[in-house]
């Protein structure tokens, strides 16, 4: 089972640093009250590495309460 959730991660990665290779273009980007024209190559790492952080923290959190439970 760990071989093939490894094989998963890989794949997702792969496809995923495609994806962002093959989107170099600027784009207009607005958060919140900010607006300006960003690479797409670096918008999409940076919205990959936000939704990492926030799946790591996700999995951190479940832990522990699952530790205060026990």
Do not use: P, Y
């Amino acid at each position: 089972m760990k071989k093939f959730k490894l094989t998963i991660i890989v794949i997702v990665s792969i496809l995923l640093l495609l994806l962002i290779v093959q989107n170099t273009n600027k784009v207009q980007t607005n958060f919140l009250w900010f607006q300006g024209e960003i690479s797409l190559i670096l918008l999409l790492l940076i919205t990959t590495i936000g939704g990492f952080i926030v799946g790591l923290l996700t999995s951190i959190l479940n832990k522990r309460n699952k530790n205060k439970k026990e």
